[in-house]
């Protein structure tokens, strides 16, 4: 198994040592999965963090309606994990499924915890992860009841650059709470600027 991307994103932070990349090729898995596959279903508890070497992926909930509602994005060197699931062992109340055939690293609870005692330098990693995806997690809110559809999509062009031509505009839209055409209004509004 190859764990040189995870390894990448981790001395982008603080070099690891031989020792702690020894460890993690030792204890952490791969998953392949193809397109519409989950990683997490409600009701499910959450036991891993996974790495996306390759694909995407959403997370979403779902209404008494039935209706989707999409949270966040996750491709390339970034991580999906159900926090509130992973950290406390309850049943989640998300969805993470693939967008995209995909390819993810996936370290187990007892592992993680396994890093931070052996090596603290995990906590640090982990801590720094956790923080940037609250941010995300603030900003979507605070534009969720503050922003208007147009400047809700350009948050999302540049927190997701690379991602606006790989997600279905169906997806897209989810995420901005409108409807699929007042998105194709907003490309062409912004196209005609």
């Not at 941010?135 to 809110?141: F, I």
């Amino acid at each position: 198994m190859n764990v040189a991307p995870l390894i990448t994103f981790f001395d982008s932070y603080v070099p690891l040592s031989d020792a702690e990349k020894d460890d993690l090729a030792l204890r952490v898995k791969e998953r392949k999965l193809k397109r519409k596959a989950f990683f997490l279903q409600e009701g499910q508890v959450c036991h891993h963090y996974g790495f996306v070497v390759s694909g995407c992926f959403k997370t979403y909930g779902v209404d008494a309606a039935g209706k989707e509602h999409n949270l966040q994005f996750a491709a390339e060197n970034d991580w999906i994990v159900d926090i509130s699931s992973f950290y406390a062992d309850k049943p989640s109340k998300l969805f993470i499924e693939t967008l995209e055939p995909s390819h993810i690293l996936l370290i187990e609870k007892t592992d993680l915890l396994h890093f931070y005692k052996q090596y603290p330098k995990f906590v640090r990693y982990f801590k720094v992860i956790f923080e940037n995806k609250f941010v995300e997690m603030q900003n979507r809110v605070l534009q969720n009841i503050s922003s208007t559809a147009e400047e809700r999509y350009l948050a999302f062009l540049e927190q997701y650059p690379r991602l606006s031509n790989r997600i279905p505009n169906l997806q897209i839209a989810s995420y901005l709470g409108v409807t699929p055409e007042f998105l194709s209004k907003i490309r062409k509004d912004l196209a005609r600027k």
